[in-house]
C-alpha cells in the first residue's frame, strides 16, 4: 500500500500543517457594540502579530477595555477612535456604512453585524462605498466586484497600514519558509511527477510524466484526488484568428 499524498494529509488538518499560535496577540476585530452606544478609545500601542502584514492598534475604551484592531494609514500613539453613528468621517473612526458618503474609501468592513469585521483586512487594502439603495449599500471590493450589505454593517475609514509589504523580496529560502509557516502555507511544493510512485498518482516511471489525463473527477476518491479537479478546461487558451 503506498503513502498518502501530502494534500490528503494535510486535509486532516493535523497540528504540523496549522499555523502556529505562537507570536498570536488577540483576534483582531471590533469590540461588540450597540448600534446605539457611541464609544472612544486611544491608542496606546502599535503591535505586530505573527502571520498578519497589517500592524494592530491596541485601544483602550473609556470603560478600561483593551481591543486591538487593524491600524489605518496615518496611526500613532495617541490616535482617537471614535465609534457609533454620529463618528466624523476621518482616519480610524469605524461607523454604520449608512452613515459613510458615497465615494468614501473603507477598510476592516463587517460582512455580518456584530462579526467584528471580515472584508478589507489584509495589509494595503481598500473599499470603496459605492451606492446606497433599498436593497443595502453597495460597496466597491478590492477585487473589482461589487457587494451588497446590511446598512447596520460597521466599517473603518482609511486603507489599512502595511501596503507594500508583500513586495519585498524574500532573497532565500528560508525566509520564504518562515514567512508560509507562520500562516499556514504550502511550502515548498513539490511536483507530483517528481514523487515516487508509492507517494503521488503522477509519480514513478524512468521519465517525469503522468502517464494520464490530469483531469479528476470531483467525487474522486481521497487518494487519486490530484491534479485538476472537475475542470471544465485546461491549458492555454487559444484566440482564433478573424478572418
Given at each position: 500500500?503506498?503513502?498518502?499524498?501530502?494534500?490528503?494529509?494535510?486535509?486532516?488538518?493535523?497540528?504540523?500543517?496549522?499555523?502556529?499560535?505562537?507570536?498570536?496577540?488577540?483576534?483582531?476585530?471590533?469590540?461588540?457594540?450597540?448600534?446605539?452606544?457611541?464609544?472612544?478609545?486611544?491608542?496606546?500601542?502599535?503591535?505586530?502579530?505573527?502571520?498578519?502584514?497589517?500592524?494592530?492598534?491596541?485601544v483602550r475604551?473609556?470603560?478600561?477595555?483593551?481591543?486591538?484592531?487593524?491600524?489605518?494609514?496615518?496611526?500613532?500613539?495617541?490616535?482617537?477612535?471614535?465609534?457609533?453613528?454620529?463618528?466624523?468621517?476621518?482616519?480610524?473612526?469605524?461607523?454604520?456604512?449608512?452613515?459613510?458618503?458615497?465615494?468614501?474609501?473603507?477598510?476592516?468592513?463587517?460582512?455580518?453585524?456584530?462579526?467584528?469585521?471580515?472584508?478589507?483586512?489584509?495589509?494595503?487594502?481598500?473599499?470603496?462605498?459605492?451606492?446606497?439603495?433599498?436593497?443595502?449599500?453597495?460597496?466597491?471590493?478590492?477585487?473589482?466586484?461589487?457587494?451588497?450589505?446590511?446598512?447596520?454593517?460597521?466599517?473603518?475609514?482609511?486603507?489599512?497600514?502595511?501596503?507594500?509589504?508583500?513586495?519585498?523580496?524574500?532573497?532565500?529560502?528560508?525566509?520564504?519558509?518562515?514567512?508560509?509557516?507562520s500562516k499556514?502555507?504550502?511550502?515548498p511544493i513539490?511536483?507530483?511527477?517528481?514523487?515516487?510512485?508509492?507517494?503521488?498518482?503522477?509519480?514513478?516511471?524512468?521519465?517525469?510524466?503522468?502517464?494520464?489525463?490530469?483531469?479528476?473527477?470531483?467525487?474522486?476518491?481521497?487518494?487519486?484526488?490530484?491534479?485538476?479537479?472537475?475542470?471544465?478546461?485546461?491549458?492555454?487558451?487559444?484566440?482564433?484568428?478573424?478572418?
Open positions: 500500500m503506498g503513502k498518502r499524498p501530502l494534500v490528503r494529509r494535510r486535509g486532516r488538518g493535523g497540528m504540523q500543517f496549522r499555523a502556529t499560535v505562537t507570536g498570536k496577540q488577540a483576534p483582531a476585530k471590533y469590540p461588540y457594540f450597540e448600534l446605539s452606544e457611541e464609544h472612544t478609545g486611544t491608542v496606546i500601542d502599535l503591535v505586530h502579530e505573527r502571520g498578519r502584514d497589517a500592524p494592530l492598534a491596541k475604551f473609556e470603560d478600561g477595555s483593551i481591543s486591538r484592531i487593524p491600524a489605518v494609514l496615518g496611526t500613532k500613539i495617541g490616535s482617537t477612535i471614535k465609534f457609533g453613528l454620529n463618528a466624523g468621517i476621518a482616519n480610524g473612526n469605524v461607523i454604520s456604512i449608512q452613515n459613510i458618503p458615497d465615494g468614501t474609501v473603507v477598510c476592516n468592513i463587517e460582512k455580518h453585524f456584530g462579526d467584528g469585521g471580515s472584508i478589507a483586512k489584509t495589509a494595503g487594502s481598500s473599499a470603496t462605498v459605492f451606492s446606497h439603495n433599498v436593497d443595502g449599500v453597495i460597496l466597491k471590493l478590492p477585487s473589482g466586484s461589487f457587494t451588497t450589505l446590511n446598512p447596520k454593517n460597521r466599517a473603518m475609514i482609511g486603507i489599512l497600514a502595511g501596503g507594500g509589504t508583500s513586495e519585498r523580496p524574500f532573497l532565500n529560502a528560508g525566509n520564504k519558509w518562515r514567512r508560509y509557516r499556514g502555507r504550502k511550502y513539490v511536483r507530483g511527477v517528481a514523487q515516487a510512485a508509492y507517494v503521488h498518482p503522477h509519480g514513478g516511471g524512468r521519465h517525469q510524466h503522468m502517464g494520464g489525463g490530469g483531469t479528476v473527477s470531483r467525487n474522486a476518491p481521497p487518494g487519486a484526488k490530484v491534479g485538476s479537479i472537475a475542470a471544465r478546461k485546461t491549458g492555454r487558451a487559444r484566440v482564433k484568428e478573424r478572418a
